[in-house]
């Protein structure tokens, strides 16, 4: 039985399918916020079936009340958008990770891949990392053909063991199949909570490079040198959280070839508590 609600009929022409999905690889909500910008004004042409998928106790919908009286009920979702952008066919799958049956889900992926006549496909995700606010955000990414690199593209370098992501999943999957495919992870400062604008720049400067499209980011520019004026302004009086800013910098000088996007973060004792405090006013003040 197909995982799939629904699918339209569409003659595209080499479409580009990407991947964002929330979970531990998604640190701040960066790579389905990067996805759901780039997917923003198209069209839903399919989705999954959210009770396949998803165990509601740990993927929990969202309710709204209004006045006492429930509204409204956003379940979890997978569903993928189009959108033509400079006259190129993107197909962007985003939503909530699945908590179940991945590897049908990946078998649905490789039929849709086939339905739609995908030429490339591209994840999109970010994880913690112990690198500063300061310095450029970091993208590595992961393929296994080279021959998707594209100039600024640098490949993970390290051996690794962790858990698993459904993105990687569905990404080896379609690779398997015959269909390029390549994933871009934003390193991410660890003490920042979403939004992390900067890290959702550098994402869709990435995809856009790796498909040859110009996304207009004018707006997200100005949103992302706000937000780094503004984390300077809120640590300006807090000493020890512009040492630990200081001390990751130099950690970043001289480390820089060794660090890893999922290399474990530092201790809650190694942060301190002025960065906890500060992690605290930025919540508040966006709320």
């Known amino acids: 039985m197909s995982l799939l609600s629904f699918a339209n009929d569409l003659e595209l022409e080499g479409p580009v399918m990407l991947l964002a999905m929330s979970g ?34 740990s993927s929990r919908p969202t309710l709204h009340f209004s006045a006492g009286d429930l509204t409204d009920v956003a379940w ?31 078998a649905e992926f490789v039929g849709l891949v086939d339905r739609y006549g995908v030429a490339k496909f591209v994840t999109l995700g970010a994880v ?13 990414c992961t393929t296994s053909d080279r021959g998707l690199l594209r100039e600024g593209d640098e490949v993970l370098p390290d051996d690794l063991v962790v858990p698993g992501a459904a993105v990687s999943v569905l990404r080896q999957g379609i690779a398997d199949h015959g269909i390029p495919a390549i994933g871009y992870w934003a390193q991410v400062p660890h003490y920042l909570q979403s939004p992390v604008h900067p890290g959702v720049l550098s994402l869709i400067e990435r995809v ?27 640590l300006a009086d807090r000493e020890d959280a512009r040492k630990y800013v200081e001390r990751l910098e130099l950690m970043q000088e001289e480390r820089s070839e060794r660090l890893t996007p999922f ?12 960065v906890e405090k500060y992690l605290r006013s930025a919540q508040d003040d966006d709320t």
């Open 76 to 106: 979890p979702r997978l569903e993928i958008v189009h959108r033509a952008v400079e006259g190129a066919d993107l197909l962007i799958a985003l939503g909530n990770e699945p908590d179940f049956r991945w590897r049908e889900l990946t």
């Open 263 to 274: 290399q474990d973060v530092p201790s809650a004792d190694e942060i301190g508590a002025e």
């Open 208 to 234: 856009g490079a790796q498909i040859d499209v110009r996304f207009p980011v004018g707006e997200l520019a100005l949103e992302a040198a706000t937000q780094l004026e503004q984390i300077d302004e809120d």
């Open 128 to 140: 913690p990392a112990p690198v500063p606010h300061t310095r450029p955000i970091r993208v590595v």
């Open 24 to 57: 531990w690889v998604d640190a701040a909500a960066v790579g389905t916020d990067a996805a759901e910008r780039i997917a923003e004004g198209g069209e839903v042409v399919a989705a999954f079936e959210p009770d396949d998928l998803f165990d509601y106790r």
